[in-house]
Every structure is written in structure tokens, then in C-alpha cells.
């Protein structure tokens, strides 16, 4: 069949002898093809062979934000900041789940400290910090609410109120 060393347990064509693919190398090649689901299990198969570590953990964090998972992913990044806070990959994705979140003062801060620790070397993570402070100054600049419009009244000497119409 295969000779006397091959097991009849080895799938045909696989070397029992040859090395293993590392499963974080896999997990990313499944992200950049777009398989989600596949990745989160290699990745927790890197987990299981190379210990919960910052990499890891970031990777873990990736595929959830790719699955739409925002609260766990927001959770585990978290987790792999607290190992090692200087960590950008983690940081950028942390950002951008704060940003799927509504929360664009925060993820404004956490792009920031990536864009600073990075050293301004990554382009994505420089337009991340971008769309974030576009939305924060959006939502400090923004128009009056639709309903009406805001007026400032004078009342008295030295008292003004400001009104709305609805």
C-alpha cells in the first residue's frame, strides 16, 4: 500500500514525518481568503498548541470582529492588551470594534496610541485614526436636530434662553 512504515490511519498523499503547518499561519490564511469560522479554529488550535498569548488572543479578536462577534471580540482584544499593551494589531482591531460600536471618542484614543507605537509605518491604521476623528468632530460640530432648530433668546439684562422648535 504505502510500505511498511505508513499507518492504515494516514490519510493518502500525507508524509506522517513531515512538519506540521504551524495553526496561526493557517488561521491566517483562511482570514485573508475570507473563511471566518475556519480561522477562529485554527486559531484556537494555535491557541491550544502555543499557549493564550498576545498572539493568539489578537487573532482570536480578529476573526470574531470579521464574524460580526463585536462583544467578544472587543472582550479578547482586551484580554491581549492587557499581555502586552504595545501590541498594534491588537490595538488597531480593538479601535475598529470600538468604532462598529458607536464608541468614537474611545477608538479615536486607541487609534492614536497605535498610530504613535507604529510609528506612522502602517497606512490602514493612519486612515483608521482619520475616520475616527472625522467622527468625533462630526458628532461635536453636528447640525441642530432635524426636528428644529436652536435659538438663542435674550430675556432679560444679562439672561438668554435657548429654545428649540418641535
Do not use: C, W
Request: proline share 4%; charged share 25%; glycine share 10%.
Amino acid at each position: 500500500m504505502g510500505g511498511p512504515d505508513v499507518s492504515r490511519n494516514t490519510p493518502y498523499g500525507v508524509n506522517p514525518r513531515g512538519e506540521a503547518v504551524d495553526p496561526l499561519i493557517v488561521g491566517h490564511r483562511l482570514m485573508a481568503a475570507g473563511e471566518y469560522e475556519l480561522a477562529l479554529k485554527a486559531y484556537y488550535g494555535a491557541a491550544a498548541e502555543h499557549g493564550v498569548n498576545v498572539d493568539t488572543l489578537s487573532a482570536v479578536g480578529s476573526a470574531n470582529l470579521k464574524l460580526g462577534r463585536l462583544g467578544q471580540a472587543e472582550k479578547i482584544l482586551r484580554r491581549a492588551l492587557e499581555q502586552d499593551p504595545t501590541f498594534v494589531p491588537a490595538l488597531n482591531n480593538l479601535g475598529v470594534v470600538l468604532m462598529e460600536q458607536g464608541k468614537n471618542g474611545e477608538a479615536k484614543i486607541v487609534f492614536q496610541e497605535a498610530y504613535a507605537l507604529d510609528s506612522g509605518q502602517s497606512d490602514s491604521i493612519r486612515q483608521n485614526l482619520m475616520r475616527a476623528i472625522a467622527a468625533t468632530e462630526a458628532n461635536v460640530y453636528a447640525p441642530a436636530e432635524e426636528e428644529g432648530e436652536y435659538q438663542l433668546v435674550r430675556r432679560e439684562k444679562g439672561k438668554y434662553v435657548l429654545l428649540t422648535q418641535l
